[in-house]
């Protein structure tokens, strides 16, 4: 059987550190209507516990998708062209997997 891995408390984002925080189900979903959310003024992502707990690809859609939140806020890419956003994205998003092995780790478990 295969150790489940945890997901990292931050990952590290060109010179930023963004704290990945785990919050109840009732206040992503009921509250805040949303199973995710990037904040840029705290550098922190809130991600629904239940879902993360789930894990699997839809934990790992959930985590990347708000990943790129922050890209999109850190590359300052409002208002950019397609091939620019795109090449942002590709570009931050290899720069998280090389400096977040343990987030690497995460997300590869959560495939199988």
Known sequence: MTKKVELPEFIRLSHYRITLEQI?????????E????????SMRIYLDK?????GGSIAIDLVKHEI????YYVRQLEGKGEE???NSMATHYTEIEKNNPDYVRWKLNNLN
């Open 50 to 54: 239940d879902i993360i707990e789930q």
């Open 68 to 71: 790129l939140h922050a890209i």
């Open 24 to 32: 109840p189900s009732e206040i992503s979903e009921e509250c805040a």
């Open 84 to 86: 620019d956003v795109v």
């Open 34 to 41: 949303q199973q995710g959310s990037f904040h840029s003024r």
